[in-house]
């Protein structure tokens, strides 16, 4: 049976309706809080198992508009490249650029497990790279994305389905792991517990979760911000599609060069211009983005063309999630000081390191309510796993790619 197809019009009906349900259940369902699944993934997941079902019982299936899908992801990734302020390295100081270091050795170590294991199980070693960094590390939106590259550019099947589901085992990993790791470094310290019940107050001052201003000098978005914020945003399109066009010989997807044009930009503005760069607008256009992104990859997904990956895939993803345990509590918190600091910072690393920022935030949150706050932490994680992290991630794809040729 022809596939039914939707336009951009119907497309876009389609997954603000899934981010609605995805809204509903995560508001409804103590699970998905627990490990900050995202709504639009919540909400994606079922829709994907909404067309299995459609296509297993009456042959249905879906086709919907890819250019619209497209430009949220190029959206999102110079949202990246826009808050990629360097300046903010000196912030964290000499122990932010240690830190740096470490997240980028384990990247490098996610890669070379996912790959060596994906040949050991014969399957293509660019499947390794989706159950490395591009997930774990990266997350939904940098994995939809590069899936996206392996099925368009290399014929992969079943990459996109690999991809939202690897991330996803890896946000449960993330908040599963990052507790108990730092807990026991703690036990390890002897450190007493703080009697308090009051909520450490200097978790919302470094981190919101949001974005980096401070709370007492919010800026309203107005129509004049947003057009300034949409003419960053076009400027990064823009760049990255005549780039992508003219180095296509390079191999480089066109949202590396938007984020890349977005790092640029940022600093430029910022350093020689003095412009007063509006971190929140740049935050919720990029948000929204990639929620309208990860609600249009899920729909998309064939969860059909997974079955046959699904055993090897589990395996990878289990011995990735040991990795990660040895890493942190051997490599991250040795190297960063074998203190009390240190142990909060393993925490952060296992919840970005399989998950994401906010999971890496709430690990270090699960620990400092018992044994007291770690100033250090709560500045340097956030930093480092809001964006310098996908930077260094990027790179690091892109080097095994060109390796595996």
Known sequence: MEPIILNGYHTLIAATLVL????????KIQFLQDFNIPEAVAGGLIAAAIIFALYQWFG??????????????????????????????????????????????????????????ASLLGLDPKIGLITGSITLTGGHGTGA???????????????MEMAMASATFGLVAGGLIGGPVARRLVNRLKRDKKVSSKRIETTDDQYDGETFEEKDHVRFITASSTIETMAL????????????????????????????????????????????????????????????????????IKLWELAGLAGPMLIILIIQTIVMILYGYFVTFRIMGKDYDAAILTAGHCGF????????????????QTFGPSHKAFLIVPLVGAFFVDIINLFAITWFINMLG
């Open 233 to 300: 945003f076009s400027a990064c399109l823009a760049f990255s599609s005549v780039m992508a066009a003219q180095f296509a010989d390079l191999g480089l997807p066109q949202f590396v060069w938007a984020l890349g044009f977005g790092v640029l930009l940022r600093n430029i503005l910022t350093k020689v211009f003095k412009f007063d760069m509006f971190d929140r607008a740049i935050d919720v256009f990029g948000n929204a983005s990639l929620s309208l992104f990860l609600a249009m990859a899920l729909m998309s």
């Open 60 to 117: 249905l299936s879906f086709q919907f508009e890819k250019s619209l899908q497209s430009a949220f992801m190029l959206v999102f990734f110079s949202s990246v490249g826009l808050s990629a302020d360097f300046s903010r390295l000196k912030q964290g100081g000499f122990p932010l650029v240690i830190f740096l270091a470490v997240v980028g050795v384990l990247i490098l170590v996610q890669n070379g497990v996912g790959v060596g294991l």
């Open 145 to 159: 994305a590069w899936a996206k590259v392996f099925a368009d550019k290399y014929g992969l099947q079943g990459v």
């Open 20 to 27: 609605l349900l995805g809204r509903l259940l995560v508001k």
């Open 353 to 368: 390191g399989l998950g994401a920022t906010p999971t890496a935030v709430a690990n270090m949150q699960s620990v400092t």
